[in-house]
């Protein structure tokens, strides 16, 4: 199974910017299309960006369209999620999933592996 663990996450002010990391340990990343999830106290985990095996598609939440880029380096076996515009909103443990398709992640929540997560919180 693909082992993953996310980095990056912290505190930022309204209007600030991160970028997440998320590094796979297996062998063959390149098989598995990529995404990110984020769940905020009483809140159940949500979907907010998704790419491709290739790196050609993607798919975000409408919740973050506009303010948040998922990217992938095949070559580094990591994938990204550049954060700008953060809200209060956004605050939430962000948490990186592999799956077979995009669809798997958008339609039902699922995944094959999931990461250990990482807090992002935005203050007013």
Known sequence: QVQLAE???????????LKLS????????S???MGWFRQAPGKEREFVAAISRSG??????????????I????????????MNSLKPEDTAVYYCAAAIT???????NAADAWGQGTLVTVSS
């Open 71 to 82: 990217s992938r380096d095949s070559a580094k076996n990591t994938v990204y999620l550049q």
């Open 102 to 108: 995009i669809a798997a992640m958008t339609r039902r």
């Open 22 to 29: 998320c590094a796979n340990s297996g062998r063959i990343f």
């Open 7 to 17: 980095s990056g996450g912290g505190l930022v002010q309204d209007g600030g910017s």
């Open 31 to 33: 098989m598995y299309a």
């Open 56 to 69: 050609g598609d993607a798919a975000y939440a409408d919740s973050v369209k506009g303010r948040f880029t």
